[in-house]
């Protein structure tokens, strides 16, 4: 009735096929972005994991704190002190918008427009 010659060789290859990515990529799906970190400090505004997952309310945050009351407030971290200011803060530490910020970005496909009005670090390649 069936012909198994045809249904186990072609059920072979499509189970190969649809598993490619995986086995192809050695089990790791997909490129994950690796952020280039700042070499001479450690320590970020926030802990990691709220700054992965939340910097852009932070970045609102600050914005509008900045825009609507003002308030600039300088915060210290390391000893060093840094103003409430993309800028002036994040961009001081994280110096390289393509090797840090545009790494997630492009792997999450998000171009936040920010740049169209802010200054984005002289790339040093
Ligand atoms: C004083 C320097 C400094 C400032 C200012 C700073 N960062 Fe960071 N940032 C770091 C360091 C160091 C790490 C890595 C921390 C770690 O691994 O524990 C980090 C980690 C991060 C991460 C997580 C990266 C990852 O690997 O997942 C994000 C996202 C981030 N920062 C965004 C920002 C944004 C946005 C701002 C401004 C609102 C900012 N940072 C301001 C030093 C800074
Ligand atoms: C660890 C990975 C990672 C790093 C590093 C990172 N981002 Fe993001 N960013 C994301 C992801 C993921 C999103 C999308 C989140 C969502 O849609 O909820 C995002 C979204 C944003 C948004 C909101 C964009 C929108 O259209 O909603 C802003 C603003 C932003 N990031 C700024 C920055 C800046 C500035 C830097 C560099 C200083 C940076 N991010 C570094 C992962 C990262
Ligand atoms: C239409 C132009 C424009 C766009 C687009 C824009 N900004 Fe701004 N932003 C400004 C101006 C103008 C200021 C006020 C600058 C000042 O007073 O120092 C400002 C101030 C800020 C501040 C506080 C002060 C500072 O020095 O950083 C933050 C934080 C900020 N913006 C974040 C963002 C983020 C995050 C995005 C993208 C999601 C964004 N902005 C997109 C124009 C823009």
Same mark, same amino acid.
């Given at each position: 009735?069936?012909?198994?010659?045809?249904?186990?060789?072609?059920?072979?290859?499509?189970?190969?096929?649809?598993?490619?990515?995986?086995?192809?990529?050695?089990?790791?799906?997909?490129?994950?972005?690796?952020?280039?970190?700042?070499?001479?400090?450690?320590?970020?505004?926030?802990?990691?994991?709220?700054?992965?997952?939340?910097?852009?309310?932070?970045?609102?945050?600050?914005?509008?704190?900045?825009?609507?009351?003002?308030?600039?407030?300088?915060?210290?971290?390391?000893?060093?002190?840094?103003?409430? =200011?993309?800028?002036?803060? !994040?961009? /001081? &530490? *994280?110096? =390289?918008?393509?090797?840090? !910020?545009? /790494? &997630? *970005?492009?792997?999450?496909?998000?171009?936040?427009?920010?740049?169209?009005?802010?200054?984005?670090?002289?790339?040093?390649?």
């Amino acid at each position: 009735m069936y012909d198994r010659g045809i249904i186990i060789p072609g059920l072979i290859i499509f189970v190969l096929l649809v598993t490619f990515p995986i086995w192809y990529n050695h089990g790791v799906a997909g490129d994950v972005p690796k952020p280039e970190l700042p070499k001479d400090s450690k320590k970020c505004v926030d802990s990691v994991n709220v700054m992965r997952s939340k910097h852009m309310q932070l970045l609102n945050e600050w914005r509008d704190e900045v825009l609507r009351t003002g308030d600039r407030a300088y915060f210290e971290l390391e000893g060093k002190k840094y103003q409430k =200011s993309l800028q002036n803060a !994040c961009i /001081t &530490c *994280h110096t =390289s918008k393509k090797k840090f !910020c545009d /790494t &997630c *970005h492009e792997y999450a496909s998000v171009t936040p427009y920010c740049w169209d009005c802010h200054l984005a670090p002289v790339e040093s390649e």
